[in-house]
């Protein structure tokens, strides 16, 4: 079942190989076909331009106003790209195993390979598109370091590379959309695929504004509708990202690679009420420069700057000496839950670990740090009213990204010919752990360069018969969206969707978050499906599905959540050892490291759907590592 | 803290609005002003009745999605601040607030506090753009770009796209949001060949949309959750008229005849019409004081 169609011959000659050996469409013919991309984030935004670009009939989905509002646009740090300008030792190879070390070798070689081998051409595309990275006074560009790794390999535009890099996509779409080729449907929501004679032939969405139900019929359907962090409901993501998409095409036949995979960042702004809604990214980037620690008696409730030199535990730099601070994600928020729970955790509650920027203002001087970070800065401010450039901030972890996702084939089609998913939605590349400023590098290697390849090729390849909406199975789809949005309706129950999303969230978070074991799996496993039916008994949305209704919207997300969360669990249940940011604690090296199990668990899990109250079927793709031997992790 | 709000609630777009009274209750400083809505619609809905209906995504300020009048002021007033970082403790226990969407003849609303900022799309797709297609680009470092002039495009570039200028401005301008996209594409080296013609499209273009002109008031400014400074506009005025001023020889084809779909569909026709059509385009861009009303 599980056909990853990996070119054979050298790494570094697969890519060029597979493209040598595909099918293409004449100039002429590319207007006649048509392709339906559903998100216009950094991957929707790119391929459908791209795909605009040579002639396709492109018609693009976004339940936003506009394309400029997906979650990419809140990336802060920056985007990975193996130049060398630095010359400090980088290379294609070297961010190549860079991350598959990051993700704790649970990533596919030969996708790696050739994201880190487009990530040169990314930066040209970019910066030919007018996105305004840092510059250095010469007029070159400038970089600088991330988590995991040694060299300095990131580029810049301050703390908003997301905002600019979609900004960039997203105009290269609106000259699209100005010259035709492709048509955008705002405000128009993914409620299900198409399934045509066992291809993926169009969508049924929903006008947010209308309520109105349409059928969408094209030749191919890419997904780019970006992770499910949401799960959690107090995530970084933005408050409408969602599971929809992928989860729908999953009860459709689509496989669900790693679903337990999701990244917790180490560097966000701790939870202060029980009103909150979303937690904030800190970007990576600010670990450059700041240094962690918590004191090291236990409940100290001195000021940060009133605790002595010789009082502070810098627990990264203690324990990891080579990597300091900037340690992978995983490794950084386990270590901070580690010493909060050991009592030496900071602030009102207990959970927040000081990053503090004193040393640096001290040897690059206030103007460079302001330069640096000035707008994270302020965002801290914003947010917990302290002036990060006197008193040390407070972070803590917080669910940030899934490296989990639709399972894709090297070609990025999942197991529905004809559906195609990038970015975050697939499961691809990242593996355990997602290395940081390398979701840009993938969004955009999907978007610009590995979709525009590989679905021409599906296209020329494949006889596809033209469909119509009026085809029974588009009438079938579209009247089962009518029935599920009915029911939600219909419940007339006493609790809000979001009291449902944050009830699950707290399952999720607690039995399947930083620290999963055998005993609390089964127990959310137990808890999801009663909380599943209580949602379909006790919903209550005030008003129609003719309407602008953004709680139909929301329980409708969280009808999804309700189902994808049994499934990580069931996945991480599975996975009996730890990996990247999959740690059960079953499973720990002597030093409370995460411990791999590669006799057992190199594979891809990928999770055939059922039916509702159905065991999910598991199918393995092993993994094999020829260029970046297996061994145990070591950032010390 | 306890607040009154009186919030205007229309239905959709052809019905009346008006506006409408109601208590918040346990509000806690720290919580966000959108968090307090939050609080409001979970207390609505558990009365049976419809929530207030309103725009936000990221929820850190970088979207641009949100975004109302708090007493008549867009995103409530904090220097910088969009109002879902706005946080309540910026305003005083028992503060009567009115919550407007922004009102702008260009900005049709659709439902409570969200209006339709397609206009700004449309600004964008006359020009705001520097034509790149994937995979032609030149080695990134092959073009110097000034620090000076990186800075001044990343100020430029960081506008969000929120609306609020627009609502602040009495004449509706949308010229600082515009003003914005120009500057940033303007000051860099890879946005000089398009240049004249984006400045000329995207300026006719706002006309079109119905926004107002500036008359130097600088409430955009002032409301700018991005800080987007009003010198932009003096740019884009310069800009406007270097663009007027350059000399740009006449098309050699007339519009109407190549933009007739040809008869036939063969390979050579369609690159051959391809061609002479993007030349055209360029230089009907370039040339009309209108250049977007005649494309579309």
Known sequence: ???????????????????????????????????????????????????GRQGYHVHCFSYHDTPRRAHSIAAQGGINSAKNYRNDGDSVLRLFKDTVKGGDYRAREANVYRLAEVSSNIIDQCVSQGVPFAREYGGLLDNRSFGGVQVERTFYARGQTGQQLLLGAYQALEEQIAAGTVTMHFRSELLDIVLVKGRARGIVTRDLVTGQLDC???????????????????????????????????????????????????????????????????????????????????????????????ERDYYLENRYPSFGNLVPRDVASRNAKEVCDEGR????????????????????????????????????????????????????????????????????????????????????????????????????ADGYFVLPATVPDYIAANKLDPVSTSDSAFKAAKAEVKDRIDKLLGVNGKRSPDSFHKELGKIVWDDCGMA???????????????????????????????????????????????????LMCIDALQRTESCGGHFRVESQTPDGEAKRDDANFAYTAAWEWKGLDQSPAIHKEPLTFEYVPLSQRSYK | MTFTLKVWRQHSADEPGRFVSYQVKNVTP????????????????????????????????????????????????????????????????????TLEPWRARAFPVIRDLIVNR??????????????????????????????????????????????????ACPNASAMLFTSAKITHLNSLPQGQPQRDQ?????????????????????????????????????????????????????PLVIPSLVQLPSAEDSHEQFHEEVRIHEEDQAHVEAESPEPAATRR
Request: glycine fraction near 10%; charge should be negative.
């Open chain 1, 516 to 566: 999963r074991s055998d005993a609390g799996l089964r127990k959310a496993l137990a808890r999801i499906p009663e909380l599943r039916d209580e949602f379909w008994h006790n919903l209550r949305i005030v008003g129609t599905g003719e309407e602008l209704n953004q709680s139909l919207e929301k329980a409708n997300r969280i009808s999804d959540f309700l189902e994808l969360a049994e």
């Open chain 2, 118 to 167: 397609s206009a700004f799309d449309r600004i964008i797709q006359a020009g705001g753009f520097i034509s790149a297609p994937t995979g032609t680009a030149p080695a990134a470092n092959a073009i110097l770009v000034p620090k000076e002039d990186a800075d001044t495009a990343f100020d430029a570039a960081a506008c969000i796209g929120c609306g609020a200028c627009v609502a």
């Open chain 1, 216 to 310: 969408h019929a094209a030749d191919v359907v890419v997904l780019a509708t970006g992770g499910y962090s949401n799960v959690f409901y107090l995530s970084t993501n933005a408050k409408a990202s969602n599971c929809t998409a992928i989860w729908r095409a999953h009860r459709r036949g689509a496989l669900c690679g790693n679903p337990c995979f999701t990244q917790i960042h180490p560097t966000c702004i701790p939870l202060s009420s029980g009103f909150q809604s979303k937690l904030t990214l800190m970007s990576e980037s600010l670990r450059n420069d700041g240094r962690v620690w918590v004191p090291k008696k236990e409940h100290d409730t001195r000021s940060p700057n009133d605790i002595p030199e010789d």
């Open chain 2, 30 to 97: 720290d919580m966000s002003f959108l968090e307090m809505l939050d609080a409001l619609n979970e207390d609505l809905i558990s009365r049976q009745e419809p929530p207030v209906a309103f725009e936000h995504d990221c929820r850190e300020g970088i979207c641009g999605s949100c975004g109302f009048l708090i007493n008549g002021v867009a995103h409530g007033g904090q220097r910088g601040t969009t109002v879902c970082q706005l946080a309540m403790r910026f305003f005083k226990n028992g503060d009567a607030l």
């Open chain 2, 198 to 250: 984006r400045t000329l499209s995207m300026v006719a273009e706002m006309r079109n949309e119905l926004f107002g002109s500036c008359t130097n008031h600088g409430e955009c400014e002032a409301v700018c959750p991005k800080r987007i400074p009003l010198e932009f506009i003096g740019k884009m005025n310069r800009d406007l008229m270097r663009a007027a001023w350059h000399w740009h020889r006449e």
């Open chain 1, 1 to 51: 079942m599980l056909e990853a169609r990996i070119p054979s011959g050298p790494i570094e000659q697969k890519w060029d190989k597979c493209r040598y050996d595909m099918k293409l469409v004449n100039p002429a013919n590319r207007r006649k076909h048509s392709i339906i991309v559903v998100g216009a984030g950094l991957a929707g935004a790119a391929a459908a331009a791209t795909l």
């Open chain 1, 345 to 444: 955790g900071v602030g009102p509650h207990g959970q927040g670990v000081y990053l503090d920027f004193a040393d640096a203002i001290h040897r690059l001087g206030l103007q460079t740090v302001r330069e640096k970070y000035g707008n994270l800065f302020e965002i801290y401010e914003r947010i917990t009213g302290d002036d990060a450039y006197t008193v040390p901030m407070r972070i803590y972890p917080a669910p940030h990204y899934t490296m989990g996702g639709l399972w894709v084939d090297y070609h990025l089609m999942s197991t529905i010919p004809g559906l195609f998913v990038g970015g975050e939605a697939n499961f691809s590349d990242h593996g355990a752990n997602r290395l940081g400023a390398s979701a840009l590098m993938q969004g955009l």
